[in-house]
């Protein structure tokens, strides 16, 4: 890989350019060298050319080099570039404060050639060192991309699989994904990648539903908290058999093997309750025993999460019911009720649903009128007790 080392020479003296220019050759005779007569100009050609090496003057009219030099360091696209000052001999005081400004060196007038060669070996070195770094990065960029392609192609693949599978579950796998996300975004504390293993996950999350006999395919996994069938204590474990031996889905794997415990410790297969269990599983379990009850059971979306709040604490993640709930309005707008922040309340406004802070206790009940008083203790508990999600109010 050769890289093209462009230099940026800065003086008001076209004797001084031609000095510099010269000597530079010297040391390297393929350099590609711009010229400048004052501090504006070639700031023009930094923003326009973006080159490796700047050695310019510091006494200048208008913008002198030590206000080019800050204008440079400002701007973190140009933190790459290499800058020498010209400088007289005495000027020890400007030389500590360009360096205390981002000066990488100096080069003191008259110019000689032993000085030059002497600074530019340096900053050749780490020049080549930044272009490495650069190609490198990108190579690895380019291999990150390509990995990535790979994994959504795994994924797809493995989604096709299903879809042939239990052909009904596309569409509605799609919705737990979607709203899985949602939940998780709302609830904070999951990094990026863990959220695009979670969405991984619910796309997947019939993945150990294979191996099932044909007359047990649509039957839902759980009924009331426990396995509908023996067999079904077989899908955590095959979903982590599948997916653990691809080593990108190890996490995509756990959280899957978890879907299936219940929040009071009485789900399977470790019996793992309330914080044991993985995050992205409780979301999971919740998103998808609702779409089941609507694919599978027919059930309308009321009743359907009317059936699962009936289980907070028991088998859900309170915290997870809510959002869902908060979810499904969002996605189902009602002409009667719109979410705000509780920044946003007002004395006056009616609430459309329960606030519940994130301990799972119920501070205010739908249908409540808002008072100054009520708004300024919701404000005072959700500095210790925070508010899940939005707050839902009557339209005016």
Same mark, same amino acid.
């Given at each position: 890989?050769?890289?093209?080392?462009?230099?940026?020479?800065?003086?008001?003296?076209?004797?001084?350019?031609?000095?510099?220019?010269?000597?530079?050759?010297?040391?390297?005779? %393929?350099?590609?060298?711009?010229?400048?007569?004052?501090?504006?100009?070639?700031?023009?050609?930094?923003?326009?050319?973006?080159?490796?090496?700047?050695?310019?003057?510091?006494?200048?009219?208008?913008?002198?080099?030590?206000?080019?030099? =800050?204008?440079?360091?400002?701007?973190? +696209?140009?933190?790459?570039?290499?800058?020498?000052?010209?400088?007289?001999? =005495?000027?020890?005081?400007?030389?500590?404060?360009?360096?205390?400004?981002?000066?990488?060196?100096?080069?003191?007038? $008259?110019?000689?050639?032993?000085?030059?060669?002497?600074?530019?070996? $340096?900053?050749?070195?780490?020049?080549?060192?930044?272009?490495?770094?650069?190609? *490198?990065?990108?190579?690895?960029?380019?291999?990150? %991309?390509?990995?990535?392609?790979?994994?959504?192609?795994?994924?797809?693949?493995?989604?096709?699989?299903?879809?042939?599978?239990?052909?009904? !579950?596309?569409?509605?796998?799609?919705?737990?994904?979607?709203?899985?996300?949602?939940?998780?975004?709302?609830?904070?504390?999951?990094?990026?990648?863990?959220?695009?293993?979670?969405?991984?996950?619910?796309?997947? =999350?019939?993945?150990?539903?294979?191996?099932?006999?044909?007359?047990?395919?649509?039957?839902?996994?759980?009924?009331?908290?426990?396995?509908?069938?023996?067999?079904?204590?077989?899908?955590?474990?095959?979903?982590?058999?599948?997916?653990?031996?691809? $080593?990108?889905?190890?996490?995509?794997?756990?959280?899957?093997?978890?879907?299936?415990?219940?929040?009071?410790? !009485?789900?399977?297969? *470790?019996?793992?309750?309330?914080?044991?269990? $993985?995050?992205?599983?409780?979301?999971?379990?919740?998103?998808?025993?609702?779409?089941?009850?609507? *694919?599978?059971?027919?059930?309308?979306?009321?009743?359907?999460?009317?059936?699962?709040?009936?289980?907070?604490?028991?088998?859900?993640?309170?915290?997870?019911?809510?959002?869902? *709930?908060?979810?499904?309005?969002?996605?189902?707008?009602?002409?009667?009720?719109?979410?705000?922040?509780?920044?946003?309340?007002?004395?006056?406004?009616?609430?459309?649903?329960?606030?519940?802070? +994130?301990?799972?206790?119920?501070?205010?009940?739908?249908?409540?009128?808002?008072?100054?008083?009520?708004?300024?203790?919701?404000? =005072?508990?959700?500095?210790?007790?925070?508010?899940?999600?939005?707050?839902?109010?009557?339209?005016?």
């Amino acid at each position: 890989m050769k890289n093209e080392i462009l230099f940026l020479l800065i003086d008001d003296e076209d004797s001084v350019l031609f000095t510099v220019e010269k000597l530079i050759y010297r040391v390297l005779p %393929d350099a590609k060298i711009m010229r400048a007569n004052d501090g504006e100009t070639a700031l023009e050609i930094i923003r326009e050319s973006h080159p490796s090496i700047v050695i310019s003057d510091i006494s200048m009219s208008d913008l002198n080099g030590l206000d080019l030099l =800050s204008k440079v360091r400002e701007d973190k +696209n140009y933190n790459d570039i290499y800058f020498i000052v010209l400088t007289g001999i =005495s000027d020890s005081e400007i030389i500590t404060t360009a360096f205390e400004k981002g000066a990488d060196d100096f080069i003191t007038k $008259p110019i000689k050639h032993n000085e030059i060669q002497a600074r530019l070996r $340096p900053a050749l070195r780490i020049v080549n060192m930044q272009h490495q770094l650069k190609y *490198e990065n990108k190579q690895l960029t380019e291999v990150s %991309d390509e990995l990535q392609q790979g994994i959504n192609d795994i994924t797809k693949l493995a989604s096709k699989f299903l879809q042939a599978r239990l052909p009904y !579950s596309t569409d509605m796998l799609k919705r737990v994904a979607q709203s899985s996300v949602w939940i998780a975004h709302q609830i904070g504390g999951l990094q990026d990648y863990e959220i695009e293993d979670l969405e991984i996950a619910a796309y997947l =999350s019939y993945a150990g539903k294979v191996f099932l006999p044909d007359n047990l395919l649509k039957m839902p996994v759980m009924t009331d908290g426990r396995p509908s069938h023996k067999l079904m204590f077989n899908i955590p474990l095959n979903a982590r058999d599948i997916l653990s031996s691809i $080593p990108r889905y190890k996490n995509v794997a756990n959280i899957l093997y978890h879907v299936y415990e219940n929040y009071d410790g !009485s789900g399977f297969p *470790e019996r793992f309750q309330n914080w044991q269990i $993985p995050l992205p599983s409780r979301i999971i379990r919740a998103a998808l025993d609702f779409e089941e009850l609507i *694919e599978v059971g027919s059930k309308k979306h009321d009743t359907a999460l009317e059936i699962l709040k009936n289980q907070a604490k028991r088998i859900y993640d309170n915290r997870v019911l809510i959002l869902l *709930e908060q979810f499904i309005s969002e996605m189902n707008p009602n002409s009667d009720e719109v979410a705000i922040a509780l920044a946003e309340l007002n004395e006056g406004m009616i609430l459309a649903q329960d606030i519940i802070t +994130n301990s799972g206790l119920k501070i205010m009940p739908e249908g409540a009128v808002l008072h100054d008083n009520i708004i300024h203790k919701l404000y =005072s508990i959700n500095s210790t007790d925070p508010i899940i999600g939005n707050v839902y109010v009557k339209k005016v």
